[in-house]
């Protein structure tokens, strides 16, 4: 079956550096579009940034410049970078292959 297992959140201090990572099995990895989303305590999931399978990238106004969303085909891993962190970026963060949802992965910038 399908699973995506996300790692890689934590505590950090504003202005810092997080790399997130979604390690996928279950489906063809390289032509399936991946995305990840957050959700902030009290808020609605919403969308963050997408990898699609033709090298495309899409991001949340709110990350653009500071995110990098990247996968590597050949160890099916989805990847997001997150440069100059700042409070309201704590959220938890989920993998989403555009069916399933990995378990997520907590966030935490302090200030």
């Known amino acids: 079956q399908v699973q995506l297992v996300e790692s890689g959140g934590g505590l950090v201090q504003a202005g810092g550096s997080l790399r997130l990572a979604c390690a996928a099995s279950g489906r063809s990895f390289s032509d399936t579009n991946m995305a990840w989303y957050r959700q902030a305590p009290g808020k609605a999931r919403e969308f963050v940034a997408i990898?699609?399978?033709?090298?495309?990238?899409l991001y949340l106004n709110a990350v653009k410049g500071r995110f990098t969303v990247s996968r590597d085909n050949d160890t099916n891993t989805l990847y997001l970078q997150m440069n100059n962190l700042k409070p309201e970026d704590t959220a938890i963060y989920y993998c989403n292959d555009m069916e399933f949802w990995g378990q997520g992965t907590q966030v935490t910038v302090s200030s």
């Open positions: 990898s699609g399978y033709l090298d495309t990238t």
